[in-house]
């Protein structure tokens, strides 16, 4: 099977950094995807990892280890709308776009 | 401009009957996709279509039937809807690019409660 750990819920306050881990077992990798959803919206697209490292888009960076089967999501400078669940999803191979979701991070940003 | 859009937004409906749902992306992809987001927020992929043919088909009941009559459409039918049919319906789509990461476009989302 097909397995994404991720925290059910982290909380921080405005303006501090937090990080949303990601453990995977999945039967394939070729990627690391993170998706960001606000309550009652659409998950959307926020960054990939296909290979170890830091990527860093703005004020949020994900990072990858494929050795250790993990990944997490960096958010700095944190702001009230950044409030959302936080999603890791994994490419399981290069010859399919399927994604394989974690069970995602509810962040709960307070002023 | 929205970019995927799917219909209708809230389905309220009694157990047993037949109801569909409809998307449509604008953005020129060709692969798009089903996904069921539970009550507890776990997002899984139901089906996949590259250019109106079926990709990936999970394991989901016979209830369930995909019909994608062009790349820009990909509607979702379910028969003799069931309780635990309850649930969030995402549409998405992608530009298919097997070996190169193409972000997923969800459409907002359709709220089927059975009754």
């Known amino acids: 099977g097909q397995s994404l750990e991720q925290p059910s819920e982290v909380t921080a306050v405005e303006g501090a950094i937090v990080q949303i881990n990601c453990t995977y077992q999945?039967?394939?990798?070729?990627?690391l995807s993170w998706y960001q959803q606000h309550d009652g919206g659409a998950p959307t697209f926020l960054s990939y990892?296909?290979?170890?490292g830091l990527e860093e888009t703005g004020r949020f960076s994900s990072f990858l280890s494929r050795s250790d089967s993990y990944g997490y999501l960096l958010l700095q400078e944190l702001q009230m709308k950044d409030s959302a669940s936080y999603f890791c999803?994994?490419?399981?191979?290069?010859?399919?776009?399927?994604?394989?979701f974690g069970t995602g991070t509810r962040l709960q940003v307070f002023p | 401009d929205t970019a995927v859009s799917q219909t209708p937004k809230y389905l309220v409906t009694q157990m047993g009957n037949d109801k569909s749902i409809k998307c449509e992306q604008n953005?020129?992809?060709?692969?798009m996709y089903w996904y069921k987001q539970d009550s507890k927020k776990f997002l899984k992929i139901m089906f996949s279509?590259?250019?109106?043919?079926?990709?990936i088909n999970e394991t989901v009941p016979n209830r369930f039937s995909p019909k994608s009559p062009d790349k820009a459409h990909l509607n979702l039918h379910i028969n003799s809807l069931e309780l635990g049919d309850s649930a969030v319906y995402f549409c998405?789509?992608?530009?298919?690019?097997?070996?190169?990461?193409?972000?997923?476009?969800f459409g907002d989302g359709t709220r089927l409660s059975i009754l």
């Open positions: 999945t039967s394939g990798f070729y990627g």
């Open positions: 990892n296909a290979l170890d």
């Open positions: 999803a994994v490419s399981l191979s290069y010859n399919t776009d399927k994604l394989i």
């Open positions: 279509y590259n250019n109106k043919e079926l990709i």
């Open positions: 998405a789509s992608s530009q298919s690019a097997l070996g190169a990461n193409q972000p997923q476009h």
């Open positions: 953005l020129g992809h060709d692969t």
